[in-house]
């Protein structure tokens, strides 16, 4: 391989990736994803605060955040972002008709309770949209209707769901026998076969009590009759509704404090059992900090920081164009490259994960664009010491490159650790401006190294580069002293 070939390789590579990025953005038109501050809404800070004699576990935290996260969407709010920040639950709600109701809900400490199955109305069933049961709609929340003292008509949520189907199974409860405090934990583990999954349940000296007598009265119905079923609720959804095995003794019930849902898969053991031990556990949370944006306010701010990031950009340009000449036409194509890498690395970061672009990431873009001008900066600079020292522009290219890698690389890596220990330690915007000026970082070097590398390179093999006046390097290569005339030998006088 020559090397023009090992020259365009990369130029093309990084020109085909940039393509492929925009030809999908385009394709599947994606829009980018904004945060709270550019569209619009509602950011809550929640401080969980753990009854006595227990602590904030990380496990216990996410098992809270997965309950917020069914809460918001039987609420209806969709495309809400819940996240663990400093040990804070912090949940940003996008515009919506009434956020205190959403909050309120939120906040709600976790309803956990054991109630018997009274009766069970599958959607085919024609009580299903009769009675008390046509006034449950499984598609909204009813934990507000679950009254732990009454029968309550509730819907069943299948493993995996967020909320209920619009057509899920409703069955209607007895009174609630057991509560969260009855439980002293959960655990997902391998049944004493190893064959399969089962949750393990262990109750609290009055829970042991009380699930016995529960599990003896249950125990009186025949095999498949609903009303052998424990409906497990939280927060007004059944969530699991197993039968009261067929050897339990009709006397005793399930007794010594221990008991075990089987039939289960690995995958719902695990789901299951952090959702009881959260409903025996559950946290209190207390609103520490709250801010709202208007989406007015949101538009002001997102057309403010394209403004500001267009004139940075500008200057930049300009500055490049003046000082470097045809070469300031190379830094415009980096700049180029770097933006539609950037920029289309968020879009489809927003499209797949849920990135939101915040005020705080623009700034860390326009912060890029100084980073991406300064590669180049040095880089130009190297190749006119090079020059200065009476090398060709050729050679002053290549070794203008090999001397400002490591210089490069110096600044690239200390700008990327910057990023990354700011994200660690940032909660809030600022997480979200490290994040863009790591990336951007990322982006730079990879731009010079494909892009700006390259493309020197492969004009410096051009007659005109060497020799035209315009592209700031010309000036500096000193030219040789005019010859003078040949020495003779002249005879002398006598």
Not at 20 to 44: E, H, M, Q, Y
Not at 472 to 479: I, N
């Amino acid at each position: 391989m020559n090397r023009t070939s090992r020259l365009t390789i990369p130029l093309v590579v990084i020109l085909l990736i940039v393509a492929a990025f925009w030809g999908v953005i385009v394709i599947r038109d994606i829009k980018p994803r904004l945060g709270l501050d550019l569209r619009g809404g509602t950011s809550v800070t929640f401080q969980p605060t753990p009854p006595p004699g227990t602590q904030v576990t990380e496990d216990r935290l996410n098992t809270t955040v997965d309950i917020i996260r069914n809460r918001v969407n039987a609420q209806g709010v969709s495309e809400a972002e819940i996240n663990i920040e400093g040990g804070n639950i912090v949940v940003a709600l996008p515009d919506v008709r009434d956020p205190d109701a959403v909050i309120k809900a939120v906040g709600t400490t976790a309803e956990l309770r054991f109630r018997p199955v009274l009766q069970s109305v599958a959607a085919s069933d024609p009580a299903y949209k009769q009675g008390e049961f046509a006034k449950v709609d499984c598609a909204k929340a009813q934990r507000s209707t679950d009254d732990p003292a009454k029968d309550a008509v509730l819907c069943v949520r299948d493993p995996g769901q967020a909320a209920p189907a619009a057509d899920a199974t409703k069955l209607k409860l007895g009174p609630a026998a057991l509560r969260g405090s009855d439980i002293g934990k959960a655990t997902a583990q391998l049944d004493q076969n190893q064959t399969g999954w089962v949750t393990a349940l262990e109750f609290t000296g009055d829970g042991g009590k009380k699930f016995a007598n529960l599990t003896k009265a249950l125990a009186q119905f025949p095999d498949g009759d609903p009303r052998r079923e424990i409906g497990v609720t939280l927060d007004g959804v059944v969530i699991n509704h197993p039968p009261v095995a067929s050897d339990v003794s009709k006397e005793t019930g399930i007794s010594g404090g221990k008991a075990e849902i089987t039939g289960q898969s690995e995958a719902e053991a695990k789901a299951l059992a952090p959702l009881i031990s959260a409903g025996a556990l559950p946290f209190s949370l207390t609103v520490v900090n709250r801010y709202t944006v208007s989406a007015t306010l949101g538009a002001d701010s997102l057309h403010s920081g394209l403004i500001a990031g267009g004139l940075g950009l500008a200057l930049v340009l300009l500055y490049v164009l003046v000082y470097y000449r045809a070469l300031g036409l190379v830094i415009w194509g980096g700049l180029v490259v770097a933006a539609g890498l950037n920029l289309g690395i968020l879009l489809l970061l927003g499209q797949y994960i849920g990135y939101a672009l915040t005020l705080a990431g623009i700034a860390g873009l326009i912060v890029a664009i100084g980073i991406s001008a300064d590669t180049y900066v040095v880089f130009f600079e190297r190749i006119k010491d090079e020059l200065r020292d009476g090398k060709g522009v050729r050679l002053a290219v290549d070794r203008g490159w090999t001397r400002s890698f490591h210089t490069l690389v110096s600044a690239n890596t200390v700008s990327f650790l910057a990023a990354i220990i700011l994200y660690w330690l940032a909660i809030g915007p600022v997480r979200g401006f490290a994040f863009t000026l790591g990336l951007a970082t990322l982006i730079d070097f990879l731009a010079a190294w494909f892009f700006g590398r390259p493309v020197v390179a492969l004009l410096a093999r051009t007659r005109w580069f060497s020799e035209t006046p315009y592209v700031g390097l010309k000036a500096l290569v000193t030219p040789s002293a005019p010859a003078g005339p040949a020495p003779a030998v002249r005879a002398g006088r006598a």
